[in-house]
């Protein structure tokens, strides 16, 4: 016993995925209820005994070998019997515990089959996207539904059946554990690089909550991202581009909302905050997203996340390569938002006048009619462009519009600065 | 110094209780437990297995065993410490800060020297 052995941070909520994963592969899919209860039961037994008998010398193994116990009682006990069954008893009882969890925010991602294997599963096709998110959080993540309630500013009781429903259907579709066939394997990818994508942006908004457990949440896409796209059976440039994308808006993380909540726009962060590391990392990724010929929305995004990193400050910008990559994405995707950030880049390059005739030009604008943003930024440039009433008027249409404390403080600063 | 045991009384774990909050629960056992060993302090824990004992009376010729000693499984003692202190005070004040106080009660005794 080793009193003194500080544990891992993360390592349980690593550990927890990573046991899952590897019973659900020796036992298959369609016991992956019976893996996720028998590795609760097994960090449950360590918090029973760890505080008086200290903590293991290798905490992993341990919790594996109880984890692994656990699973071979409940298929003893639970008339599970079939003709496969002493076979998986003969694996299971025989395999390796699965190496150590690594921290969190290594850079070198483990090259886990079957950690990837149970993302793949967890973010299959057949699910809705919430579905897929809630799913590989609770899966691979090692979150509890708790945690994930919070991160999503939802009921419990809304995700614990979200989560019920999409086992259930993974159950009743017989969906396997393991790589998918490689004709079917492009579909599978570009289903979980959706999820991570959708996973990253619900971790990454500040609209409100529990910022400590949606930081996490964006973490936790990055890690499964750096799987995908450092795994060899999964790395392509979309993998990349995605990965690029979350590492360069993640470096902003620490400049964005001070101890006290308030929120900093991109232009006023002190980017001596920015993390350094995450930028580098980014960039890298970005390089090795360019090696095909398809160019996905999460390359365009990342390319201009990566002109901000790549700034010294908001004026040195590199204004007209954003302005083109922003009319890329718009062509791509259409959306009103893109072209509400589009015309912040107009306005860098021609003056706050060509931003607000960009605004008005926007298509669909009726969709942006919930959306604060747009208020606040016509504020902004009509404050640039010397128009005080104006602007006061739209802060005030921003305040009223606000979906979290944080952004309506941020915006009544705004407002008190100019009346 | 003086020898104490200390009979944990479990109440029970939170429900979906996150693998995250259950790695906190242990390293503040953990860091409880080195605090009072960085005084010099000898402590040893004592795991007990799950579930109720045995209480074995003796009546009139007849010994009667039952489970026990409580009515309530959710009162069982989850386990025991065994520490050097120099009074029911000095143990309570190091014990003000055990993570236990949250999921149960702690019971004091002194172990008689003479």
Redesign the interface.
């Known amino acids: 016993m080793a ?2 052995l ?2 891992v941070d ?4 690593r ?2 995925g990573q046991m899952i994963a590897t019973l659900t592969r020796m036992l298959g899919s369609r016991h992956l209820a019976l893996a996720e209860d028998a590795v609760q039961d097994a ?2 037994t ?10 293991p010398e290798h905490p992993e193994a341990w919790l594996f070998q109880v984890a692994r116990n656990r699973a071979l009682d409940r298929l003893r006990h639970g008339r599970m019997a079939s003709d496969k069954e002493p076979a998986i008893k003969r694996e299971i009882e025989t395999v390796a515990a699965p190496a150590a969890a690594p921290p969190l925010k290594d850079e070198v991602p483990p090259l886990d089959d079957d950690q990837l294997g149970l993302l793949l599963l967890a973010c299959h096709p057949s699910l809705t996207a919430d579905a897929r998110v809630a799913l590989a959080l609770k899966l691979v993540g ?6 994930i309630a919070r991160a999503f500013l939802a009921q ?1 009781s809304t995700i614990a059946q979200r989560l019920v429903r999409a086992k259930r259907a993974l159950r009743d579709d017989d969906i396997g554990f393991g790589m998918p066939e490689p004709g079917e394997l492009p579909s599978r990818l570009d289903s979980v690089i959706d999820a991570l994508y959708l996973m990253f942006n619900e971790g990454y908004a500040a609209t409100s909550g529990d910022q400590l457990i949606r930081d996490d949440v964006a973490f936790e896409a990055i890690r499964l991202a750096r799987m995908l796209a450092h795994h060899p059976a999964t790395t392509c440039p979309r993998a990349w581009a995605l990965l690029a994308l979350m590492l360069l808006h993640a470096a902003r993380f620490p400049a964005r909302v001070d101890a006290g909540g308030t929120l900093f726009l991109l232009r006023e962060q002190d980017r001596s905050k920015w993390n350094r590391a995450l930028i580098a990392e980014g960039l890298h990724a970005l390089d090795r997203s360019a090696s095909g010929g398809a160019v996905t929305t999460h390359h365009l995004e990342a390319g201009i996340a990566a002109c901000h990193a790549a700034a010294s400050s908001w004026e040195a910008t590199n204004w007209p390569q954003i302005v083109e990559l922003y009319d890329e994405l718009l062509a791509l995707t259409g959306s009103p938002v893109v072209a509400v950030n589009r015309a912040v880049a107009i306005s860098r390059v021609d003056g706050p006048l060509s931003g607000l005739a960009a605004l008005d030009a926007i298509d669909n604008r009726a969709a942006l009619q919930h959306y604060p943003l747009l208020p606040a930024i016509q504020a902004e440039l009509w404050r640039e462009a010397g128009d005080l009433g104006r602007a006061a008027a739209c802060y005030r249409q921003a305040v009223g519009l606000a979906r979290s404390a944080p952004e309506q403080r941020w915006l009544t600063s705004r407002l008190s600065l100019l009346v | 110094m003086k020898t104490f045991i200390m009979l944990l009384h479990d109440a029970g ?1 939170p429900e ?8 906190a ?3 503040r ?2 860091a409880w ?2 605090k009072i ?1 960085q005084n010099g302090r000898k402590v040893s ?3 007990l297995t ?1 579930g109720q004992g045995r209480v074995m009376r003796g009546a009139s010729g007849q010994t009667r065993i039952t489970d026990g000693p409580y009515a309530e499984a959710r009162e069982v003692i ?4 065994i520490l050097e202190a120099n009074s029911y005070e000095d143990v309570v004040e190091l014990s003000k800060d055990c ?2 106080l949250e999921f149960g009660s702690i019971e004091i005794r002194e172990v008689d020297p003479t």
């Open positions: 009193d003194a500080a544990l993360h390592l349980f909520r550990q927890a960090l449950l360590a918090m029973q005994q760890w505080p008086f008998r200290g903590v090692g979150f509890s539904v708790g945690e419990e | 774990f979906d209780i996150s693998p995250e909050q259950i790695q629960i242990i390293e056992y953990v437990r080195q060993q824990g004592h795991k799950d989850g386990g025991l410490f993570p236990h």
